[in-house]
């Protein structure tokens, strides 16, 4: 059974710093590109960051230099380290996998920046 389950997502301050996880099974994660994508209410579905099977990544433009994906093969996760947070950023976030033949999706995490 596929399953990809994110969590760590919560209220955090703005400047503040959260870490989200992403935990795969069910299919050979190492061959698998994971990304992130974030939706706020009523928004679209926006690219976050992405990392390809062999280590490459890629982020929208308002997340560099603030923040890094990175997987762990061993573990069958991938992470979103998120830092100086903003209001902005305040959104349901998505972990997702992807082949050339098929995408599976999480059920999402909370982030919620606010003072």
């Known amino acids: 059974q596929v399953q990809v389950v994110e969590s760590g997502g919560g209220l955090v301050q703005p400047g503040g710093s959260l870490r989200l996880s992403c935990a795969a099974s069910g299919f050979t994660f190492s061959r698998y590109a994971m990304s992130w994508y974030r939706q706020a209410p009523e928004k679209e579905r926006e690219l976050v960051a992405a990392?390809?099977?062999?280590?490459?990544?890629n982020y929208a433009d308002s997340m560099k230099g603030r923040f890094t994906i990175s997987r762990d093969n061993a573990k069958n996760t991938v992470y979103l380290e998120m830092n100086s947070l903003k209001p902005e950023d305040t959104a349901v976030y998505y972990c997702n996998a992807r082949s050339v033949f098929i995408s599976y999706w999480g059920q999402g995490t909370q982030v919620t920046v606010s003072s």
């Open positions: 990392i390809t099977s062999g280590g490459i990544t």
